[in-house]
């Protein structure tokens, strides 16, 4: 029996964080939700750190989807 490896969505980027923190999802989570997607291997992450004034209240902003009609595509 031959093993399948899954696709992972690229990252492209991830930004420093404090050694305290850690991002709450990574690549394979977010790829194994998304499998089922026709634009799965179109499909790029960038991990960032948005500092604002949400934080202060306790909300965090951890996943954001963006559709960028004209963006060149992403080399990897």
């Known amino acids: ?28 989570a977010v790829s194994t939700a998304l499998t089922s997607v026709a634009q799965l291997p179109d499909l790029k992450l960038h991990f960032y750190f948005g500092f604002d004034h949400a934080l202060r209240s306790g909300h965090y902003e951890f996943l954001r989807v963006e559709y960028l009609n004209n963006a060149l595509p992403a080399h990897e």
């Open 1 to 28: 029996m031959e093993d399948v490896q899954p696709y992972i969505i690229p990252t492209l980027s991830r930004a420093k964080i404090s050694h305290h923190l850690s991002y709450p999802i990574g690549a394979a």
